[in-house]
C-alpha cells in the first residue's frame, strides 16, 4: 500500500508538472518560420507579429527565414518538428498547391496539409492585377476579349509555376472560357520588371506594392482578385464586377504547427495570436504595410481550408504539368 501511495504521489507530480508547463508556455524563445526570402507578404507579416507576441508571451520571438522550393522546404522542416509549439510556421497557399502539383507529376506530396495543425489566419490580402501605364488594355475585359480572339497569345507574367499569381490568372482563365501565355519569372519583381519592359502584358501585385506605381501613372490596374473594391484603389473593380463568375482570390497569411500538438499549447498560442492581432502598434504597423489583418481562429480557419484546398486542387489540375 505504502509503494501505491508513493506511485500516486509521483504521477500526481508529474500531471502537474505538464499542466504547470502548460499554464506557462511559452517559457523560452518561439521560432517563426517564413519559408520564403525576406521582404515577401509573409515576412512582412511575421515581423510585427513576432514584436507583438514577445510583448504578450514576455519571451523572445525570432523570425527564421527558411527559402527554397517555392514554401516547400520550410514546410517539410515544420513537418518533421517537435509538436511542442516552439516552432511555428507562417505559410500561404502554397501548402495545398505543393502537394496538389507534386500529385500532377505522378510523385508522391513531400508533405500534406494533414500533417500540421492550423491554428490561425492573420491576413487575406487580394491580388491586383496590372498592366503598363500605357499598354493595350483598359479593362480587364478587353485583356479576356483579345484571348478570346487569339487564345494562347496575350502573355501575362507570375512569380513561378503554380505560385500566387500563376493560379488565380489560370483561375480567370478557366471561367472566362480563353487561354493566356503565362511566363514564369523567379519571383514576382521581376515579372513586374517584365510588365514595365513591355515583354508580358499583365502580372498580379499586391495592392500595397501597385498603388505607387497607380499613382504614378506607371502601371493601371485592370480589376482586384477579392470579393470587393479596396479602399486605396476605389475606382478599380472586382473580377467579378468585370463579368468573370466564381474567381475571388486572396493571398491569405496563415500559421501552422505539426501535427499531434497538445491541446492546451495550441490554446495558448491561439489566445496569444489573437492579442497579438488587437495590439495598437501592430496595427498601426500592418496599417503602414497595406496588408489588411483578418483573423479567423483555428475552427473557422480549418473551415476555410477546407474549401479552399478542392477550388485550389481543380485549378492546378487544370493547369497541369508546367515544366
Known amino acids: 500500500m505504502k ?85 511555428l510556421l507562417l505559410a500561404h497557399m502554397s501548402m495545398i498547391t505543393i502537394p496538389a502539383s507534386d500529385r500532377v507529376f505522378g510523385r508522391p506530396p513531400s508533405f500534406t496539409l494533414d500533417q500540421f495543425t492550423p491554428l490561425a489566419l492573420l491576413v487575406a490580402d487580394p491580388l491586383v492585377i496590372i498592366t503598363k501605364g500605357d499598354g493595350p488594355y483598359k479593362t480587364l475585359q478587353e485583356m479576356v476579349e483579345a484571348a478570346r480572339k487569339a487564345p494562347g497569345i496575350v502573355p501575362y507574367g507570375s512569380s513561378g509555376n503554380y505560385g500566387a499569381v500563376h493560379v488565380p490568372m489560370e483561375m480567370i482563365a478557366l471561367n472566362a472560357g480563353v487561354k493566356f501565355n503565362h511566363a514564369a519569372y523567379q519571383g514576382g519583381g521581376p515579372a513586374l520588371t517584365a510588365v514595365m519592359g513591355g515583354h508580358v502584358v499583365a502580372t498580379m501585385v499586391s495592392p500595397a506594392a501597385s498603388i505607387p506605381h497607380v499613382k504614378r501613372g506607371d502601371l493601371r490596374a485592370l480589376a482586384v482578385t477579392g470579393g470587393r473594391r479596396i479602399p486605396t484603389l476605389p475606382d478599380v473593380p472586382t473580377v467579378l464586377e468585370s463579368g468573370i463568375p466564381d474567381v475571388e482570390f486572396y493571398l491569405w497569411v496563415g500559421v501552422f504547427a505539426p501535427a499531434q500538438l497538445p491541446d492546451a499549447v495550441a490554446q495558448s498560442i491561439r489566445d496569444g495570436l489573437a492579442k497579438a492581432l488587437r495590439d495598437p502598434e501592430l496595427i498601426g504597423q500592418m496599417a503602414k504595410l497595406n496588408l489588411p489583418i483578418e483573423h479567423m481562429d483555428a475552427p473557422a480557419f480549418k473551415a476555410f481550408l477546407a474549401k479552399e484546398e478542392p477550388r485550389l486542387n481543380a485549378v492546378i489540375q487544370r493547369i497541369g504539368k508546367v515544366d
Request: positive net charge.
Open 3 to 87: 509503494a501505491l501511495r508513493i506511485l500516486g504521489v509521483i504521477i500526481a507530480a508529474g500531471c502537474l508538472t505538464v499542466a504547470q508547463a502548460n499554464d506557462v508556455f511559452p517559457d523560452r524563445r518561439v521560432q517563426l518560420i517564413v519559408p520564403f526570402p525576406p521582404g515577401g507578404v509573409i515576412d512582412l507579416t511575421a515581423r510585427p507579429v513576432a514584436a507583438a507576441l514577445e510583448r504578450i508571451w514576455k519571451q523572445p520571438v525570432l523570425v527564421i527565414n527558411r527559402p527554397g522550393g517555392g514554401g516547400g522546404v520550410g514546410a517539410v522542416a515544420m513537418a518533421s518538428t517537435k509538436p511542442d509549439g516552439y516552432s
